[in-house]
């Protein structure tokens, strides 16, 4: 069975236990495919949980969920020193970040502080403490979760964290006959008649994934369409009076890297062997929409960043 085979085999399953939300699974899918993070931002009760607990049970690894509150620690996510007192020393003492797959669970609750000491796991996989530096395990992957509402006690995340996030996913309530399936489904489960997992998608696999994704053909004009996507949030008065006047700040080469490698692996998980302008276009909101800090006058006149992207898109030319 080949690597695209296996995956879409996972795809399926678990478009059977997260019953509509198939753009969570597809996110979830690209970021472990494209080594990155996610940001997933929801209402309570969407599956956002339910979703990387399924995955981390299909696939090689452990899982463990960090709940972020008010008085977490720093170090309640990267771990301690702990003192040996038979012979004197202090012993690092791993935290929950060590493991392969990661839930940070309302991440804005925790203040900046807290969710700053995410920011050396996500971006270089090591954690510092003291003098010496931990590697974290090749397969690492935060999934990060927030509320659009109940914003009281909450701190919004930095820039430089939202910004190392490879894709920030907003998703929405499923519909009518979904919900229908997900009673189903969890009726089911309470009689104990929960489906099998899949065969375990080994690390080796993901990362041969990976490889194949990294080394697909991309046309020289889907590249050129990339980089005048992002110099459109740099340089918006050369696309219009108004987004202009909506800009702030642009995406950071980040989010050009966070273009290409996201649009690879969805080109990859449609079984195609190429990147189209189809691939960005599909990707575009969840790479950019963290990545661009709009203007007070845009926010006061209620402008949102998916708006901002969607003028880019249709005044970039694709070919």
């Not at 997260?18 to 993070?37: C, M, S």
């Not at 079984?271 to 709009?294: K, N, T, Y």
Request: charged share 25%; aromatic share 6%.
């Amino acid at each position: 069975m080949s690597h695209h085979e296996i995956i879409t085999e996972l795809k399926n399953w678990l478009s059977l236990q997260i019953i509509g939300q198939e753009r969570l699974i597809d996110r979830l899918l690209i970021a472990l495919l494209a080594d990155g993070h996610l940001l997933v931002e929801g209402a309570p009760g969407l599956a956002k949980t339910k979703a990387i607990k399924d995955l981390s049970r299909a696939i090689e690894g452990d899982f463990h969920r960090i709940q972020f509150t008010p008085d977490l620690l720093p170090s309640d996510i990267t771990g301690t020193e702990v003192y040996r007192p038979e012979d004197g020393t202090f012993v690092f003492q791993q935290g929950p970040i060590f493991h392969n797959l990661v839930l940070a669970d309302e991440i804005n609750r925790a203040p900046a502080k807290v969710q700053s000491a995410l920011l050396e796991a996500m971006g270089e996989h090591q954690v510092s403490v003291g003098r010496e530096s931990f590697q974290l395990p090749p397969l690492f992957l935060v999934m990060a979760t927030q509320n659009p509402i109940e914003q009281e006690g909450t701190y919004p995340l930095p820039e430089a964290q939202l910004d190392r996030f490879l894709m920030h996913v907003t998703i929405d309530y499923p519909k009518i006959e979904a919900e229908r399936k997900i009673l189903h489904l969890v009726r089911n489960e309470a009689a104990n008649h929960v489906a099998e997992s899949p065969k375990e998608v080994t690390q080796e696999c993901l990362f041969a994934a990976r490889l194949e994704i990294l080394n697909m053909h991309m046309a020289p004009e889907v590249e050129e369409y990339i980089i005048q996507l992002i110099m459109a949030t740099r340089t918006p008065e050369n696309y219009g009076e108004d987004l202009a006047s909506w800009l702030e700040y642009g995406a950071s080469p980040r989010g050009t890297i966070s273009l290409d490698r996201c649009a690879r692996a969805h080109a990859w998980i449609q079984g195609r062997d190429f990147v189209s302008p189809d691939d960005v276009q599909e990707v575009l909101f969840d790479c950019l929409r963290h990545r661009i800090l709009l203007s007070f006058e845009a926010e006061a006149s209620g402008i949102t960043p998916d708006k901002v992207l969607e003028t880019i898109r249709e005044r970039v030319p694709s070919a």
